[in-house]
């Protein structure tokens, strides 16, 4: 069965940190540039990061730039997102899912898979 498990999401205070988790069966993950996504109420999925699978090469979105580091360990089959300095406004469901637009060197696979998983809340409060 292919699909991708978050954990690691919670209630955190301002300037904690928390740790994303992300599991990933039934494909290939090394075939992938892989990245998190966040949805706060009322507003757009937005990417936070993305990670290649050709190069390590990484991108973040500018609101978590210094804070936010994704890695990836594909003998493992997972992929991670270390989240410090938390802010309110970082509260909202973490996805993680495959990137076929992720903005950095990546190779792509011929039937590419579009595999998001179920998601992680967030909550960062006082």
């Known amino acids: 069965q292919v699909q991708l498990v978050e954990s690691g999401g919670g209630l955190v205070h301002p300037a904690g940190s928390l740790r994303l988790s992300c599991a990933a069966s039934g494909f290939s993950l090394p075939y992938y540039a892989m990245g998190w996504f966040r949805q706060a109420p009322g507003k757009e999925r937005e990417k936070v990061s993305c990670?290649?699978?050709?190069?390590?090469?990484?991108y973040y979105a500018d609101s978590v730039k210094g804070r936010f580091t994704i890695s990836r360990d594909d003998a493992k089959n997972m992929v991670y997102l270390q989240m410090n300095s938390l802010r309110p406004e970082d509260t909202a469901v973490y996805y993680c899912?495959?990137?076929?637009?992720?903005?950095?060197?990546?190779?792509?696979?011929?039937?590419?898979?579009?595999?998001w998983g179920q998601g992680t809340l967030v909550t960062v409060s006082s």
């Open positions: 990670i290649s699978n050709s190069d390590g090469s990484t």
């Open positions: 899912a495959t990137d076929l637009t992720c903005p950095v060197p990546s190779t792509i696979p011929s039937r590419p898979l579009e595999v």
